[in-house]
């Protein structure tokens, strides 16, 4: 008899496999794409940290605020909570100016590397991994590994991220640590994990005090996305009561003159928090005109251009970015509303994250909407702290690098000093660190003639050159420009 094998189970076979291999297939793919994301993260840490170590070790860094962030951190590790030494060479504690007590935990890193260089290599590295939470909610809700990788490498690359990874400026600010922070704590929050959400949302609140309000908007878009009003709420009540804490409390009580030392900032919109609300009700065009600037323009199209506005299609996540913005776009300090600054940090990681679900929320391919995100921001990424690179390397090794060296060995450690803005950094591992001009009770002076951070250089040459004619203090080195200086001991 001939047997007739059956036709069904042979479709079902080719199916099981085509089946296998589409697994198999998907299986290598988000291997692959997990495996770039994490190489690039790594790779962008290597980078940038490296370049903040160029730029330190050719003595490009400055007291403000690499200076001042390694100060607090060794006053903390002496004993001396946040104390700092303030241009006006009053020692107080950090805390009259900014509550960031996020510092604090760098104290086991400073016993182990005792250098401000730490803290700009943790910061490279800390934003860099913010990356990696850009990739799994892009992966969760995109449903495409390639569309996760564009949204990873596109939150690496714009500029805003650039800048706070490697803060040229400035150094170091604690609050370009709170991006990966807010990244990860949105991450655990969509997951509903609140235990680590609390624990990432609780670090980032202390790096700033705008930051737990920030934090706490995602309060609202937990109850509205997962139905949980109840802890939505107190999420949200929670955030925002912490910041009215720090604004309305702290930061007076810690401050010499009892008030919020950046209220100057503010004096065209009403100055206090208080009199912001007030011109807000009754003289709202006073605060669009000082919103409405062809500056801020730029700033705004910088740093959220290259999101492609899809953020809109999820404006409650979008709204923890408001905090930093209205802070920014309000202040007459013109700093705030550049991009090569610390003050985007509490904005870029709810734009990225608020991109990503409106990408989910557009309903079209994630990948090709995601490749127009990375291309953005790559389009603008050439505006890069990178590009100091070239400069630094110039610098190595030449005669003005090596007098700075032979001229910062001099210094005794641990001695009051006062030091050129560039070159305070340096110096900053003491109880009494000054920014020269400021001198108050410094044995040592060290300066450098050509530091351009001194907005009045004839103002501040003039002031080396009174220093020089001074019967108080006396030459101890001279070269190249760079000049250090002993005070001479009383007469008996």
Request: proline share 5%.
């Amino acid at each position: 008899m001939e047997v007739v094998s059956d036709p069904g189970a042979g479709l079902q076979a080719e199916l099981r496999a085509l089946g296998d291999k589409s697994v198999r297939r998907a299986a290598t793919a988000a291997v692959v794409a997990r495996r770039i994301v994490y190489a690039a993260a790594g790779l962008y840490a290597v980078i940038f940290a490296g370049a903040a170590v160029l730029h330190f070790l050719v003595f490009q860094s400055a007291h403000a605020d690499l200076g001042t962030m390694a100060q607090a951190v060794w006053s903390t590790s002496h004993g001396h909570f946040l104390e700092t030494t303030t241009l006006a060479g009053r020692n107080m504690t950090r805390l009259g100016g900014h509550v960031d007590p996020f510092l604090a935990l760098f104290v086991p890193l400073w016993w182990v590397w005792s250098s401000p260089l730490m803290l700009a290599v943790v910061q490279a590295i800390a934003v860099s991994a913010g990356a990696l939470p850009v990739y799994w909610l892009a992966r969760k809700h995109l449903r495409s590994d390639r569309a996760a990788v564009h949204c990873a490498l596109a939150y690496l690359v714009v500029p805003a991220t650039q800048f706070n990874a490697f803060t040229v400026s400035s150094g170091f600010h604690s609050v370009s640590i709170a991006i990966p922070l807010i990244l990860f704590a949105i991450w655990f929050l969509d997951e509903d994990r609140l235990l680590l959400f609390g624990a990432f949302a609780l670090l980032a609140a202390s790096t700033k005090e705008e930051i737990p309000a920030a934090v706490g908007c995602l309060g609202i878009w937990y109850a509205v996305r997962k139905g949980r009003k109840g802890v939505g709420l107190l999420i949200f009540a929670a955030g925002v009561g912490v910041s009215l804490v720090d604004f309305l409390v702290v930061i007076p009580h810690f401050s010499p003159s009892g008030i919020d030392p950046f209220v100057g900032r503010y004096e065209d919109v009403g100055g206090t928090p208080g009199g912001i609300l007030h011109t807000a009700l009754h003289d709202p065009v006073a605060l669009l005109q000082a919103v409405a600037t062809t500056h801020k323009l730029v700033y705004v199209l910088l740093l959220l251009a290259p999101f492609l506005g899809l953020w809109l299609l999820e404006p409650l996540l979008f709204l923890g970015a408001v905090p930093d913005l209205a802070i920014n776009l309000l202040s007459a300090k013109t700093d705030q509303t550049v991009v090569a600054y610390h003050w985007t940090a509490g904005i870029v990681p709810f734009a990225i994250a608020a991109t990503i679900f409106g990408v989910a929320r557009l309903k079209r391919d994630p990948d090709a909407v995601s490749l127009y995100v990375l291309v953005a921001a790559a389009c603008i990424a050439v505006y890069s702290p990178l590009l100091s690179v070239r400069g630094d390397i110039s610098s190595w090794r030449s005669p003005t690098h090596s007098a700075k060296a032979n001229a910062l060995d001099l210094v005794p450690s641990g001695v009051p000093v006062s030091a050129s803005n560039q070159l305070g950094a340096y110096l900053a591992d003491r109880r009494y660190s000054y920014i020269f001009p400021t001198v108050r009770r410094a044995t040592w002076v060290i300066v450098d003639r050509a530091d351009p951070t001194y907005g009045d250089t004839a103002g501040y040459r003039r002031t080396v050159r009174e220093l020089e004619s001074s019967a108080r203090w006396k030459i101890q080195y001279s070269s190249h420009g760079i000049e250090v200086f002993r005070r001479r001991q009383a007469a008996r």
